[in-house]
């Protein structure tokens, strides 16, 4: 690294940061999060990294593959950081957590490391590095570290309340910036870390214990969304559907007891289902689903993720049904058909236990669609372990599925009890077979859709089919409308979370239309604007 000299002027002005999210949903959101801390704070955004005072990357450590990409990105500032020594790095969320400083040691032109469970700490930490960076020209800089160290920082369900990475949350200013549906659509945690403790899986060794945050908090920060806008909210949580939370549990927040509202469902829950029963007082998922729903009418559409299989009970798929919005989606990951598998990963369920929830989500919910996650190739897995998830999938009638190749994590159990036997050819055929199978299905699910009329919540102009001015064929076509007007390809999604993309004008973003579906392929529906959007 050079030295600092008079090319590298001291910069002037509010600092300008670049952030750039890798991974899952919960990620974008802690993006999100300190985002709008740190404009709050004056900092600037860019997306232009090599402009940025600050580059920070929001990581993710599930699979080897998104840590590679991460990787050539530190590389990438490293080289820049010759040029450009007073650039801050920072390395932020769970690759931070898992590696720790000896990240640092490897790649030294790292001056920020923040773990997931520690991003409250993020503008204090960056602001620190700054200064440091313009009061020691030239002179030995330390990194800025805040990690959780383990699991264990958190280990009561109801330390979110007093803790400052709950204000966090409870900070947040909601910001059109954020880019989802033009601002329309915004995630809500409800639960922080996980306690399954997969054998295969980093996340509980990153994010720590499963801590549920208080409904009254989450309620709230739905309903201020709603008034600022907001018509789609996502509820986010490793197992979201494991939600509760004990209202007889005195909370504080700064000192101030927070009185909390109690179960609203009591005679039905956890019945009919391997739904965990708790006690009264006690606010379960489908309590919270249904006091969301219904005490912010605001929300057109509510939807969570991600559903654990084994805490599913026929409570929640009764709210659903009861509730006209919240969304005809599960997100339901099996991971693999095999029972013996299952137990190798710590799933914590059979796969008939899964087949008793599909049959009965499609008989709460006939007009439900659902996801799954498959992990292939997962150690000791036979051709015929293969066989029982390609027949799962077969069975399953997914609309779509994630479907991923074993990746050892260090730090899993998996990773340190279970050799990874199983061949990357095997992998890659399995991979493919099961992705076959897959598509097929999904072809059919998405077929069952032509000619039907759905609504279809906008996210955003097609970043393919960016088709300016279809008018420039035929300026006299108006669509409807009573002006000629410049007409993009959008892409939404229906309830059951079926991407549809169509034509129409960009003001669209961020509104619920009403769409004719013309014709399918097996990952969307094309169709037509049905009426006129504004008698929609
Ligand atoms: N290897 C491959 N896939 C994994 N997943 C989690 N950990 C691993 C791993 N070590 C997948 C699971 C999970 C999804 C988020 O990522 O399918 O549901
Ligand atoms: Fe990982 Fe399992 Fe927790 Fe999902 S439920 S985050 S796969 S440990």
């Not at 590298?8 to 801390?37: H, I, K, W």
């Not at 990963?345 to 008939?352: H, K, L």
């Amino acid at each position: 690294m050079t030295a600092v000299n008079d090319d590298n002027p001291p910069r002037a002005g509010r600092p300008s940061v670049y952030l750039e999210t890798f991974g899952c949903q919960m990620n974008v959101l802690d993006s999100q999060l300190v985002r709008s801390q740190l404009q709050s704070l004056g900092y600037r955004f860019t997306d232009d990294w090599k402009a940025a005072d600050v580059v920070l990357y929001n990581t993710c450590s599930v699979r080897e593959r998104a840590e590679q990409k991460v990787w050539s990105r530190v590389g990438e500032v490293g080289v820049h950081k010759q040029q450009r020594p007073e650039v801050v790095l920072g390395v932020i969320g769970c690759m931070a957590e898992r590696d720790g400083t000896d990240m640092i040691r490897k790649h030294p032109q790292i001056d920020l490391l923040i773990g997931p469970g520690e991003l409250d700490k993020a503008p204090q930490l960056i602001d620190n590095r700054l200064k440091t960076d313009l009061s020691s020209r030239g002179g030995a800089r330390h990194a800025e570290v805040a990690l959780q160290g383990n699991t264990h920082r958190r280990s009561a369900t109801l330390a979110a309340a007093e803790d400052s990475l709950e204000l966090l949350d409870l900070s947040r200013s909601f910001s059109p910036d954020d880019d989802m549906a033009g601002g329309r659509s915004a995630y809500v945690r409800i639960t922080r870390g996980c306690n399954k403790f997969c054998t295969y899986c980093v996340v509980p060794h990153t994010r720590g214990a499963e801590v549920h945050r208080p409904p009254d908090h989450i309620v709230d920060e739905c309903r201020k969304l709603a008034d600022q806008g907001a018509c789609e909210i996502t509820l986010l949580g490793q197992t979201v559907n494991h939600y509760h939370y004990d209202t007889a549990a005195s909370v504080t927040v700064n000192g101030v007891a927070q009185p909390q509202v109690g179960s609203v469902l009591s005679p039905n829950r956890g019945t009919g289902g391997p739904s965990p029963v708790f006690k009264p007082g006690v606010v379960s998922f489908a309590d919270l689903l249904a006091r969301i729903h219904d005490e912010v009418p605001g929300i057109q559409r509510l939807r969570f993720v991600t559903s654990f299989p084994r805490d599913f009970g026929n409570d929640i798929l009764q709210v659903i049904k009861d509730r006209p919005r919240i969304c005809r989606y599960l997100h339901l990951p099996v991971q693999s058909g095999s029972n013996r598998l299952l137990k190798l990963m710590n799933r914590g369920y059979t796969v008939e236990q899964y087949r008793d929830l599909l049959d009965r989500v499609r008989a709460y919910l006939p007009d439900a669609e659902l996801a799954t996650d498959i992990i292939c190739g997962f150690p000791t897995e036979t051709e015929e372990d293969h066989q029982a998830t390609a027949q799962l999938l077969r069975d399953g009638r997914f609309k779509n599925s994630f479907i991923f190749k074993y990746s050892p994590r260090p730090g899993t159990a998996a990773y340190d009890r279970l050799a990874d036997d199983v061949s990357e050819a095997d992998k890659k055929r399995r991979n493919n077979e099961l992705l076959a199978i897959q598509t097929e299905v999904s072809r059919e699910v998405h077929a069952a859709y032509v000619g039907k009329t759905v609504d279809v919540f906008v996210e955003s102009i097609s970043s393919k089919a960016r088709k300016t001015a279809l008018n420039e064929a035929d300026p006299s076509v108006t669509l409807g409308w009573e002006r000629p007007v410049e007409v993009t390809q959008l892409t939404g999604r229906t309830d059951g979370d079926l991407i549809v993309c169509f034509d129409g004008p960009p003001e669209l973003v961020g509104r619920m239309v009403p769409i004719r579906i013309q014709s399918s392929g097996p990952l969307i529906l094309l169709g037509d604007l049905a009426e006129h959007p504004a008698t929609a």
